[in-house]
């Protein structure tokens, strides 16, 4: 089956860095997304990853390896209005979104 | 900015009422899609649209059907609503062919129902 792990929360502290993973067993691929989820809000789009390596977007980073199935999302100078949810997804073989459950990140002062 | 917005934010139904969530997108997107998101679960897709009058399943199609008349328009539609579909449901748009690029999505801001 299809399967996008990623951790179900996490704490940082404002100033910091944090990275969020992601691994991903997907029937092909074509591409990776991530994102930004405040609560009670819509998902908003981060990056996209369908090379391997890292894309920098400002304090947002995003890294890919095809070979492993893994992904991470780099959040530099955290902000308190970080804290949201992060989703991947990876698009299959069929150009289906594969979601993960999503990381929950809690910022503190 | 592109807007894709939901008539209703949180909707209360009774097992076996006909629901209706509405769905408007403003940049002439060619692709709308209906998702429901539970906690603990990543995102599920119940159908899409790539034109109008056009209409694929997606992961969970059972128990819903939709309607795509006008492009900005992609309407969900609970036939008989159950207890089992008491979720948040997003719907999202997107421009240009499905796997193309990045072809990013655009969501709107959910529609919670909750079925008694």
């Known amino acids: 089956g299809q399967n996008i792990d990623q951790p179900t929360e996490m704490t940082a502290t404002e100033g910091a860095i944090v990275q969020i993973n992601c691994t991903y067993q997907t029937s092909g691929f074509n591409g990776l997304f991530w994102y930004q989820q405040h609560a009670g809000e819509a998902p908003t789009f981060l990056s996209y990853n369908v090379l391997d390596g890292l894309e920098e977007k400002g304090r947002f980073s995003s890294f890919l390896s095809r070979s492993k199935g893994y992904s991470y999302l780099l959040l530099k100078e955290l902000q308190m209005k970080d804290s949201a949810s992060y989703l991947c997804?990876?698009?299959?073989?069929?150009?289906?979104?594969?979601w993960g459950a999503g990381t929950k990140l809690i910022i503190k002062p | 900015d592109v807007k894709v917005t939901q008539s209703s934010r949180y909707l209360v139904k009774r097992t076996g009422e006909k629901v209706f969530l509405e769905c408007v997108q403003d940049?002439?997107?060619?692709?709308m899609f209906w998702y429901r998101q539970d906690p603990g679960l990543g995102l599920r897709l119940i159908y899409f649209?790539?034109?109008?009058?056009?209409?694929e399943k997606g992961d969970i199609p059972e128990g819903y059907s939709v309607s795509r008349e006008k492009k900005e328009r992609f309407s969900l539609i609970l036939e008989s609503a159950s207890t089992n579909q008491t979720s948040m449901y997003l719907c999202?748009?997107?421009?240009?062919?499905?796997?193309?690029?990045?072809?990013?999505?655009?969501f709107g801001a959910g529609s919670r129902l909750t079925v008694l």
């Open positions: 649209s790539y034109d109008v009058k056009m209409k």
């Open positions: 997804a990876v698009r299959d073989s069929n150009y289906q979104l594969i």
């Open positions: 940049m002439d997107h060619e692709n």
């Open positions: 999202a748009s997107s421009l240009g062919e499905i796997g193309s690029g990045a072809n990013v999505l655009t």
